[in-house]
């Protein structure tokens, strides 16, 4: 297929798995700050969570203090972030709309769809009203679009380029998501949090991670597989190394690599083999080891190495290839 | 419903044009009497909530175009009418024949003056009106295309005057747009009132990109078995993106930018994750000027340098061929019945509109003299603009023109304002009448193909006779009916 084609599809399935997991972030954060907490703690919240989508200077250059509203509005209806949700749904649905022909109309006017309905809930107040709603909505549209490629697509090329899109963005939405916790904490390198509220406001801890869990529809399977308490090496354990949880990084990175498999050419080689090396460590690591390491440190790495694959992708398939 | 027959009083042109639904007598004609009678029963409420279904149904499936002049990305509906134009079976013959012979003889002519040129020999048409028109591309001369096919793609513009009678407004042999709308109103339809369907006898009109596919393949590069076909976009900021995306894929053909095929001495390849592959024929939606930059306008980013060089040593089919554009010239059109007589000594079977020749003195004359009942159209431009329709305009307006006609004669053509025909269609105030026209799209290849009918277009504001899109034209599914 056409590379720029390839393109389009996988930064429309990027996109679109963006708004989705910042839909969750924003969720559990909203839902974390009705928490009773001091003001400092609920703040902290939000800066770590702008911080973990790198938002935050952004966010301070445009205005002077931190309020929740304000963070909302900042990261669902401002076009000028680049990362809010309506910039992630618009750029889905112009990626969409650059190789409609190479999508089943299903699948097209799923995301043209969304794109119009968005702009009805904003202008109708949906955010300010009901956040968990809107939230709940944008991530029923994600559902949907993922559905409608696997129940209406030829598995072909196109397909594969929109599953590789999906599970590297959400490899690295998942690994953001469970980082946010110790973003901003600012401990000396290497050393294992805990983070500072937890002296204050004790039970913050097991809230905040059952939000994580919420956030990422896990809070179910989590009781289910341990049928024990909530402890943060399990949530960690659950969404980085259990390859049958559909959002961990491992279930992420075997999607990667399926996928990457379908769609290999004669250059493709290298991004295949780290692909598969960052699989076999999530694979055959071990949750104590990499806490002993710190968490923190291990999905550092782990961003950085997602964000190369994604730059080996572009150069392997997707910048146009010249004549050989 | 009141759609009351021959109501043109209020009009502000002044003619009685002919009414595609309703006779002199004021009863609808034998093709419309089904649809009428059908109307008659419906309630307005239910039409009106039929309107703002299928308005919301194109805007979810995206079928907009973009208006050039409004910022980037703005995205507009084509109004769409819900009655339907109908064409008796019988009259749609006769037009069929006549496009037939039309498009064969612009074809055999494009071909003569890229070759021969004996109709310029014959005195039948002057030299000057063709080789020193700026839509003459010289590169072509002597360049053999597959089958002598130039204009692969017709989209002849049909107008009906009082009396009934058809003529030929304009032949359009570029890049033609529309039949994305003609086959998406007919969806449509069917899927507004699937009863009028049972009732009436449409002609289907759905298996034009089958046509249109097999069209293009027939064309390629001699020795190419299998040939790969795209259609080649400006990109999706074009007005007509949605017919492009639209058409790749209901043939199943890659869709392409400039940037996304080179050109090299053996052919011309596109960039896939695979790496190169051969291309054979490009349906393009790029007009000439910006194919080539090496060749033809400089800035050009949409076009594929080193395009023309393959094109011409035969390695790759454009459809439509590069130079057409003379033969659908404003000036060269007051010519096409003598091609029909030069090329194949045959009498025309639709009509020209009478045209003026501005860069004749006496026709220049005859056209300043009666400026006020005449349409002046400049000779290269398209899409409704820089013409002037003499009974609608204010006397600065006529002065304005009178200046331009008398500075450059030769860029001006003119016209009698017809009375173009109308049909019932759904105004602010209720059903009313409105000026139509027809532009059924002739395929030409190994063989000559159209489906029955084509995009009819319907202007919506009150006398206004403009019906392009871009000026507040709408479109309504047009049906070929009986047998």
Known sequence: MLSRTADHLFWMARYIERAENTARMLDVTVATSLLPMSRESAERGWRAMLGISELLPAFDARFATLTANDVLEFMVGDPSNRSSIISCLQAARENARAVRGALTTDVWETHNDTWLQLQQHLKAGLLQRDPHEFFEWVKFRSHLSRGVTIGTMLKDEAFYFIRLGTFLERA????????????????????????????????????????????????????????????????????????????????SLNEVCTNLEQVRNDQSDETSRRAGLLRAELQYGRIDDILDTSLHVFLTSFLKRVNDLGQRISHDFLVPLMAR | MSAQPGQSQSQSTSFAPFNEMYGADGCARSHYREYESWLSRQSDDLMRLKRSEADLVFRRVGITFAVYGESAGT??????????????????????????????????????????????KAGRIPAEAVFGNSQYRPQMK?????????????????????????????????????????????????????????????????????????NLRSVAPVGVDDPTVVLLTPGMYNSAYFEHAFLAQQMGIELVEGQDLFA???????????????????????????????????????GVPGLLDVYRAGRVTLANAIGTGVADDKSIYPFVPDMIDFYLGEKPVLANVPTYKCRNRDELQYALDHLAQLVVKEVHNA?????????????????????????????????????????????????????????????????????????????????????????????????????
């Open chain 2, 264 to 302: 090299q001495d053996t052919g011309v390849y596109m960039r896939t994750t695979r790496g190169p592959k051969r291309v054979d024929v490009i349906y393009r939606r790029i007009d000439d000027d910006f194919l080539d930059p090496t060749v033809f306008r400089k800035d050009s980013t949409l």
């Open chain 1, 172 to 251: 690295d939405n998942t690994a953001r998501i469970l980082d946010i916790k110790f973003h901003g904490a600012e401990l000396p390198e290497g050393a294992i949090p805990p983070p500072a509220e937890t002296k204050e406001e004790p039970y913050l801890d097991f809230y905040y991670w059952a939000a994580v869990l919420r956030s990422v529809s896990a809070f179910e399977i989590y009781r289910k597989v341990y049928r024990d308490v909530i402890t943060p090496s399990r949530v960690a354990e659950l969404l980085m190394l259990r390859g049958d949880m559909p959002r961990s990084l491992l279930a």
């Open chain 2, 142 to 214: 002597g360049v053999d295309v597959p089958g002598g096919i130039y204009a692969h793609v017709g989209g002849i513009d049909i107008v009906r005057a009082d009396g009934g009678e058809f003529y030929v407004l304009e032949d359009n042999l570029r890049v033609p747009s529309g039949v994305s709308y003609m086959l998406e109103n007919r969806r449509m339809m069917m899927r507004l009132f699937p009863d009028l369907f049972t009732s009436n006898r449409v002609a289907p009109v759905e298996h034009y990109p089958d046509l249109l596919l097999e």
């Open chain 2, 383 to 483: 899409g409704g603009y820089g013409m002037l329709i003499g009974p609608c305009s204010t006397v600065e307006e006529l002065d304005e023109f009178r200046r331009r006609l008398c500075a450059h004669p030769e860029n001006y053509i003119a016209q009698p304002t017809l009375a173009l025909s109308t049909c019932p269609t759904y105004a602010e105030s209720g059903v009313a009448p409105r000026h139509v026209d027809l532009r059924p799209f002739v395929l030409s290849g190994q063989q000559t193909a159209l489906v029955p009918g084509g995009l009819t277009r319907v202007a919506l504001r009150e006398g206004s006779l403009i019906v392009n899109s871009s000026q507040g034209g709408g479109t309504k599914d047009t049906w070929v009916l009986g047998r």
């Open chain 2, 75 to 120: 995205e507009r509906l084509i109004p769409f009418d819900v009655i339907p134009r109908i064409i008796p079976a019988a009259e749609w013959r006769q037009l069929e024949t006549g496009l037939r012979q039309r498009v064969k003889a612009l074809n055999l002519f494009l071909h003569d003056i890229y070759h021969d040129g004996e109709i310029v």
